[in-house]
């Protein structure tokens, strides 16, 4: 039986390299044999920042997740980088096959573990940070596995032609006053260019507002509406969606840096309550030895682990539209998570 409660590191070749990533169960997973063998939690894939480190990422996540029920996957860059088409590093410069290599982490991840072997057909979430963010947001398009929610924070991909091609659950982050990767966009002939080369050859900047747009219409969205969020921040809510979708930016009285969002981000409560939301509207994780019975209503392992994630999603008064998958709580709590002394928050 696996180890929970504490990161674990997994070696893998991809491309030619040795890679690693790093996974976490949470500690009901490890409660007895027979549960763990027939366990099924959903996965949060957690991707760091330009210059960041991989378990300083998950660490953001951790306290939330083991109480929802959720397993995380930290996969590590190779030199704390990622290769998408706007940033960053030597990822980007040699056009490592980055997403391949996630996939490759969540498959290897799911043979090697019991309770995650069922959630690649239903139970796969991502959050990202900075480049991170830029990856998160480009998985629908660029993954061979299927991704139920998204949640970028301080990055997104520019190009359109790369969102999802069906709607999909979008919940961003973004600082309003965002010097690293700017809330008005990355792009050539900006007065204050974004950090690490984020956008250069870019013609035109292109807005978070915008990108935001994008997703009301791919996910089907009628109109929107404006609420208080986690942190002190706004949130724009789409209305009438066939997937939930928000925005929820951080204005300058909220303190809100790129910086800071590297060792404690405010709105990790509210991303994994909506992944959690979305697991417990969505029927997953049904036990594997009670098919066809309702998970909440007992029947195992997996009925407890989704009873205990539905329970979690419904802990704070809820921000959405009410589309039925889908909710974030109001407000939040000031950060938790320690800055651990000897990391580093990244760039990019």
Known sequence: MAACE???RV???HGGYARHYYYRLPRRACTDPAAYLDEALPLLLTVHCYGGDALQEMDKY?????VAGFALLAPVGMWKSWNTPSCCGQALARKLDDFGFIDAAVQHAAYLLPPLRRTLSNSLFATGFSNGGFVTSLLPSRSRLTWRG???AAGHDYDSALLAARPTPILAHHCQEDHQVRFEGCCDGLTRPCCCGIGMGRAQCVSHRSIHARWLSVNRCTGTRSQAGPGGSVCDVGVGCAANTSLCVY???TGCTHLAWGYEFPGASSVVRFFASEVCAGGGLAPVNALGSDPAAGGGAAG???AATCAFARQAALLWDGVGNTSLPVGG????????AARTA???
């Open 304 to 306: 407890s682990s989704r």
């Open 333 to 340: 709590a000031a950060p938790r998570h320690r800055k651990p």
């Open 346 to 348: 990244g760039k990019g």
């Open 150 to 152: 998204l949640a970028p």
């Open 62 to 66: 951790i306290q939330d997740a083991e």
């Open 11 to 13: 070696n893998l070749t």
């Open 251 to 253: 204005p300058p009285a």
């Open 6 to 8: 504490r990161p674990v």
